[in-house]
């Protein structure tokens, strides 16, 4: 069992002084989140409710956790990626009332999983989790506690696709909200978040330029589409590698280059990975690939770039800069992982993650959601549940209003024209 970060650092206060200000930058530019937790101290919804989290530690998540706090929730939080905590974050975050922050930067499989563990000792009455492993090690290891459990809510594509699949198996046995698949969430954050912040991260992670580059970007989903925009933005040709027809069409039409990765693998000069699936890159493509390529993975885990296949064709490895393993073939090529093949705008040294405004959308949806558990949870049974759309909606209007934008509504006339089916030509 692992202890609190606080427990675990030397200089406490300096750290929790850094984590501290970072947090203070970021409610500055989350509205949604500074509203809600307006809301959640005048109300106290979640008074009595004991939530466990897993997600990415850093200043956006910790906004996150301190509102569902200040709403009366007693929180335990961990990292749900080895390498993406803030360690002063967490530090800042285990200082806060009702918060105790296990997430520490570095940590190895076992004492990620004891977190995790730490975490469940809390006994939640709510969990939140980015990749579903909270969920999973419930079910697994503590399936006593389901009967307490109201629900919980699922931060990311790969975490609702794992709990759709427990679903379909007759295994998950408490409601989850996929707030991944809400548009406040998706068109946002899986967009322009990943796009936005793996270029960043890349960028800033290896001082290269994008223009003029080659990037292949596979898998032409939400996320690939905004790293294939982004890039194309910065001047780069882009190719994109797909297995499904129709996102593989819906690229091409884009105007961008599709092939297979078998081809694409000699013509890129930077590869980055978004399917959610595993070993897109594998040896093959490290054979004909071209000295100096950059290899980076957007995708929840760190299964997409086959490394031990890697590793076993070069004769030698080295650290060329903080956040980049270079790879050394036997003919002199060298082939550079960035972050060790973890989400590259999450991992790499540097990394901040999504952009703060993006992450106000998905967290402000993921506080309307448990305040729904909270409210009404015995409405839903077990099993992977849309965000109600009465609550996205609720979302984006905060968002505008703080934004300062005025829209439209419907007529009444318009909105009885919509709702028929006996007006035609
Ligand atoms: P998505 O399901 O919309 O898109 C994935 C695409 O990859 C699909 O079009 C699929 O056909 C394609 N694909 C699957 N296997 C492939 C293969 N072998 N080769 C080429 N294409 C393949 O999923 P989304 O929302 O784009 O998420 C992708 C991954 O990114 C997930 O693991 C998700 O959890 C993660 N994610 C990462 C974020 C970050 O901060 N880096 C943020 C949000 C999601």
Same mark, same amino acid.
């Given at each position: 069992m692992t202890t609190p970060i606080s427990e675990r650092l030397d200089d406490l206060d300096e750290a929790r002084d850094s984590g501290r200000r970072k947090m203070d930058w970021a409610i500055q530019h989350m509205p949604i989140c500074g509203a809600l937790r307006e809301q959640f101290e005048a109300d106290q919804p979640f008074d009595g409710e004991r939530i466990g989290m897993a997600m990415h530690v850093e200043a956006k998540t910790?906004?996150?956790t301190e509102i569902l706090a200040a709403g009366g929730a007693e929180v335990a939080i961990t990292g749900c990626n080895p390498l993406s905590t803030h360690?002063?974050? *967490?530090?800042?975050?285990?200082? $806060?009332? =009702?918060?105790? *922050?296990?997430?520490?930067?570095?940590?190895d499989d076992e004492e990620y999983y004891a977190a995790i563990?730490?975490?469940?000792?809390?006994?939640?009455?709510?969990?939140?989790?980015?990749?579903?492993?909270?969920? %999973?090690?419930?079910?697994?290891?503590?399936?006593?506690?389901?009967?307490?459990?109201?629900?919980?809510?699922?931060?990311?594509?790969?975490?609702?696709?794992?709990?759709?699949?427990?679903?379909?198996? =007759?295994?998950?046995?408490?409601?989850? +909200?996929? $707030?991944?698949?809400?548009?406040m969430k998706r068109l946002f954050d899986n967009v322009h978040g990943t796009g936005e912040s793996s270029l960043a991260s890349i960028a800033m992670t290896t001082n290269l330029s994008w223009a003029g580059k080659t990037v292949v970007v596979s898998g032409y989903g939400d996320c690939g589409k905004g790293v294939a925009k982004k890039?194309? =933005?910065q001047n780069a040709d882009v190719i994109v590698t797909e297995v499904e027809p129709r996102r593989a069409l819906e690229a091409h039409?884009? @105007?961008?280059?599709?092939?297979?990765? %078998?081809?694409?693998?000699?013509? @890129?000069?930077? +590869?980055?990975?978004?399917?959610g699936n595993r070993d897109v890159i594998v040896?093959?493509?490290?054979?004909?690939?071209?000295? =100096? $390529?950059?290899?980076?993975?957007?995708?929840?885990?760190? $299964?997409?770039?086959?490394?031990d296949a890697l590793s076993d064709l070069a004769v030698d490895t080295y650290a060329a800069r903080d956040g980049v393993q270079t790879y050394e073939m036997a003919d002199g090529r060298r082939l550079n992982v960035l972050a060790e093949g973890r989400l590259v705008n999450l991992a790499t040294p540097i990394a901040?993650?999504?952009?703060?405004?993006?992450?106000?959308? *998905?967290?402000?949806v993921q506080a309307v959601c448990v305040r729904e558990l909270v409210e009404n949870g015995d409405d839903y049974e077990a099993g992977v549940h849309a965000v109600p759309d009465r609550l996205d909606k609720e979302v984006a209007?905060?968002?505008?209003? %703080?934004?300062?934008?005025? +829209?439209? *509504?419907?007529?009444d006339t318009q909105a009885e024209y919509m709702d028929s089916w006996q007006h035609g030509t």
């Open positions: 910790a906004v996150l360690d002063d974050v *967490s530090a800042a975050l285990d200082a $806060v009332d =009702g918060v105790t *922050s296990y997430a520490e930067r570095g940590v563990e730490a975490v469940i000792d809390h006994e939640p009455t709510i969990t939140v989790d980015d990749g579903m492993d909270l969920v %999973a090690a419930i079910h697994e290891d503590y399936p006593e506690l389901i009967d307490t459990i109201i629900g919980g809510a699922e931060e990311t594509t790969t975490g609702v696709h794992r709990l759709r699949a427990m679903d379909e198996d =007759g295994e998950l046995d408490y409601p989850v +909200f996929a $707030v991944n698949d809400t548009p890039a194309s =933005g039409m884009e @105007g961008y280059e599709v092939k297979p990765m %078998a081809e694409a693998a000699a013509e @890129g000069d930077v +590869f980055i990975t978004t399917t040896e093959e493509h490290f054979e004909t690939m071209q000295d =100096g $390529v950059l290899l980076a993975n957007a995708g929840h885990f760190d $299964v997409e770039v086959d490394l901040l993650g999504h952009p703060v405004e993006v992450m106000d959308q *998905s967290f402000g209007e905060i968002k505008l209003d %703080a934004e300062g934008v005025d +829209f439209d *509504s419907l007529t």
